[in-house]
């Protein structure tokens, strides 16, 4: 039978005497409840908080989901904000096209303005001279119609763009402030 050798030592947390058997590896302070693991080194043996062990495995741990974690935000950032350009482009290339038919309705009008002093200047029968300016009044009011209708699709789809924009701009946001928190996780 194996004689068992009191050790007396003091705990890491609440300096209680205590006395344990030097076979024992794990003690828990009857005092404070604080786990110990029992080493033993040729000096003799020494007590060590295992919640220290814990705490650097559990910062190691952290540290290292906070890498993984940067590096999954950032793909999503790099992906929301790809959406969020191509969303850019596409809107901006509606409004550049809406942009481009308002400049031909306002070149059309110009244009027909510029007949209307010709027809002015030349001296031609009555009955041409009606028909011409009708024609001009209709070609005028029908581009001026279209001026406004060119205005309302502008205004929808500004509108259209908007709400879908915002989102991801937050989310543009929340992903930067989440990297900034990770990383500050990573460094420290």
Do not use: W
């Not at 003799?44 to 993984?68: C, M, P, Q, S, V």
């Amino acid at each position: 039978m194996d004689n068992v050798t009191l050790i007396t030592l003091k705990c890491s947390n609440c300096s209680a005497s205590l006395q344990i058997s030097d076979k024992l590896d794990r003690y828990i302070c009857n005092y404070c409840g604080t786990e110990h693991a029992l080493l033993h080194n040729s000096g003799g043996f020494y007590f060590r908080r295992l919640e220290e062990k814990l705490d650097n495995l559990e910062k190691i741990t952290e540290k290292g989901n906070a890498e993984l974690a940067i590096k999954r935000l950032r793909s999503d950032l790099t992906t929301r904000t790809h959406q969020y350009e191509v969303m850019i482009k596409e809107k901006d290339d509606l409004m550049r096209l809406l942009e481009s038919r308002r400049s031909d309705a306002v070149s059309t009008i110009i244009v027909a303005a510029v007949a209307q002093a010709a027809i002015l200047t030349v001296n031609f029968p009555l009955q041409i001279y009606s028909a011409a300016q009708l024609a001009i009044v209709f070609t005028m009011i029908y581009q001026l119609s279209q001026i406004s209708k060119i205005q309302t699709e502008r205004q929808k789809t500004a509108e259209k763009f908007r709400p879908e924009l915002e989102r991801i701009r937050d989310d543009i946001d929340v992903i930067e402030i989440k990297i900034r928190k990770k990383i500050k996780l990573a460094d420290s």
